[in-house]
């Protein structure tokens, strides 16, 4: 025998985290700051402002109000040297709406309005969650035409996932109206008291999944983007996985994602704040044309709320990757990207081509 035959015994004064590469494998939450490289990605940027400009024009045509792309009032003075120390309650207050959103008309002008919501926002939501995605796996930003490619042919997939969640409610609604029915029917109060129990009972996990929609549902779209193999219904479990398998870390997550997005809130609140002042002391027309004035806050407003939507939907992302890991073990670099399509050798010549 020689002596790497031999246990040499184990080594305890090498240190506790000698067997760690770097601190993200000790703090996998880390990883979320990468995202923050989307802010200054005009591509993925555009893509979100362009799917804010086609939602203002469907409310146009729908007579529906959203109040982020709502043009306010331009008439506050300039900010003075005290206001500028007011920093959380008027920069952040002056980006995120104030009033909720009010939709006219009936059932018809609804379904239209989420209708048009869905077709409008799933791409753009998906091309963002996978570049958060990457950048979270530390791929780098991964190449926009790939993206919309890929969020092209799995389309059709990814708007199957909120309607197979909401048939999927809406037979647990029509199951809780069939189980309550003998309870109107009969007149003795006992029987009824007994319906009325199990009915009670019965609309538990119809809540828990119509509580558990609003989490699958958007790590359902992340999982149509990332995975390799899109299935709505794996999609869609896989947010009720990490929902009810790992709600401490999906607690912690979204905690850290909501302080990111609140740093640039406030970030971009004071950008917003200071563009308003330049255009109230800006001289010439801006001050007398209240039209244009209206307008210019009206773009400005769709600008900044382009940024945070897009780091949004980037943290939702980094976020599949790191419960995905916590719920199945699966690690984060582990990220799919299509296979590139091998290049057409060029044909072999013949040999008088190259033959004296």
């Not at 670099?333 to 008088?352: A, I, R």
Request: hydrophobic share 50%.
């Amino acid at each position: 025998m020689t002596d790497k035959d031999v246990h040499a015994g184990y080594e305890f004064e090498g240190g506790m985290f000698s067997r760690v590469r770097s601190w993200v494998d000790l703090f996998p939450c880390v990883r979320l700051f990468r995202v923050l490289r989307l802010l200054a990605s005009p591509v993925y940027i555009s893509c979100t402002l362009l799917a804010l400009i086609l939602t203002a024009i469907a409310c146009n045509l729908l007579g529906t109000s959203i109040p982020f792309l709502m043009p306010t009032s331009l008439s506050s003075p300039p900010l003075s040297a005290i206001q500028w120390w007011r920093l959380p309650g008027g920069f952040g207050h002056s980006v995120l709406p104030t009033e909720p959103a009010s939709i006219k008309g009936g059932w018809t002008e609804r379904i239209l309005f989420f209708v048009g919501m869905l077709l409008i926002w799933t791409p753009a939501f998906q091309l963002a969650a996978r570049a958060g995605a990457s950048l979270t796996a530390d791929r780098g930003l991964p190449k926009i035409g790939q993206s919309i490619r890929i969020a092209a042919r799995r389309l059709g997939y990814s708007y199957l996932v909120p309607i197979t969640m909401m048939l999927a409610i809406g037979a647990a609604l029509l199951a809780l109206v069939l189980l309550s029915m003998p309870g109107f029917a009969a007149s003795v109060p006992p029987f009824r008291t007994v319906v009325g129990w199990i009915v009670g009972a019965g609309a538990i996990p119809v809540g828990l999944m119509i509580f558990g929609a609003s989490i699958a549902i958007p790590f359902g779209y992340v999982a149509m983007i990332c995975e390799k193999d899109p299935d709505p219904i794996d999609s869609l479990s896989r947010g009720f996985e990490y929902l009810f398998r790992r709600p401490l870390q999906l607690a912690g997550y979204t905690m850290l994602s909501t302080l990111i997005v609140s740093a640039i809130l406030w970030i971009y609140g004071g950008v917003f704040e200071s563009a308003k002042t330049a255009l109230l002391v800006t001289p010439g027309s801006l001050q007398n044309d209240g039209a244009f004035r209206l307008a210019t806050l009206q773009s400005i407003r769709c600008f900044v709320t382009a940024w945070l939507l897009t780091l949004a939907f980037g943290l939702m992302g980094g976020m599949y990757l790191l419960l995905r890991r916590d719920a199945g073990g699966q690690d984060i670099e582990d990220f799919w990207e299509p296979v590139p399509s091998p290049k057409t050798s060029l044909p072999e010549l013949p040999p008088q081509a190259y033959e004296p």
